[in-house]
């Protein structure tokens, strides 16, 4: 059964740093991950796919990196912002399916 | 455009009561449907998965059922309502962005139950 660990859970960060998100996952036959963006009381916003082809994709100041042998997954947020605050999850789809398994996601807060 | 929306977006029930969220789609047809809960400190958790009118597949037992009367309407729905409902409910449909498919969400409505 797939499983879907972030860590870490919660990251307190002052402005302009560059920091790292973790996601691991159990079962490496996948055939993507994404990384998703929650604001609180809100829907998730898809922010980055990673084909399980793929090693890295990009997105303005986000970088997706897919290690699909070790089971892991980072997203890169260079010279974070207070608008960056937020919660970050990672998916992976269930075998043979669109359904998605997440992680229970790390709580980003980026103060001025 | 394709656009997901959720009604209500709050919701404040008593312990016993029923209740019915709805979710509808724009833009698309056919698509697969998708109910999340994402309770208090905890992550997503899928409940109930459609992929046509009257298909619904449920990933885990509970207090709830859900209903696909539409192509794009997504209804979720319980008779008696428990205090372990209370969480954050999420509609979602699959779509196909060129580098595979991926799962754009509603608003969410948030159910807080008494």
């Known amino acids: 059964k797939q499983e879907v660990t972030q860590i870490p859970a919660a990251l307190s960060v002052p402005e302009g740093e560059n920091l790292v998100l973790n996601c691991s996952f159990t079962d490496s036959a996948i055939y993507n991950l994404q990384w998703f963006r929650q604001d609180p009381g809100k829907g998730l916003t898809s922010l980055l796919l990673?084909?399980?082809?793929?090693r890295e994709q990009t997105s303005g100041r986000l970088n997706a990196s897919l290690d699909k042998s070790s089971g892991r997954s980072t997203l890169y947020i260079a010279a974070s912002q207070p608008g960056d605050s937020a919660t970050y999850l990672c998916?992976?789809?269930?075998?043979?399916?669109?359904?998605?398994?997440f992680g229970t996601g790390t709580r980003l807060q980026v103060f001025p | 455009s394709q656009t997901i929306h959720q009604w209500p977006a709050t919701l404040v029930q008593p312990v016993g009561s029923p209740l019915s969220l709805e979710c509808t789609v724009e833009?698309?047809?056919?698509?697969?449907l998708y109910w999340y809960r994402q309770a208090a400190g905890r992550g997503l958790q899928l409940l109930f998965y459609?992929?046509?009118?009257?298909?619904i597949s449920s990933e885990v037992p509970q207090n709830l059922s859900a209903s696909r009367p539409q192509d794009r309407q997504f209804i979720l729905s319980s008779k008696k309502l428990l205090l372990s409902d209370s969480g954050f409910y999420l509609c979602a449909w699959t779509f196909w962005t060129g580098l595979g498919e991926t799962q754009y969400f509603g608003p969410g409505t948030r159910l807080l139950v008494l």
């Open positions: 990673i084909q399980s082809s793929q």
């Open positions: 459609s992929v046509g009118i009257g298909q």
């Open positions: 833009g698309t047809s056919n698509p697969n």
């Open positions: 998916a992976v789809p269930s075998y043979n399916t669109d359904k998605l398994i």
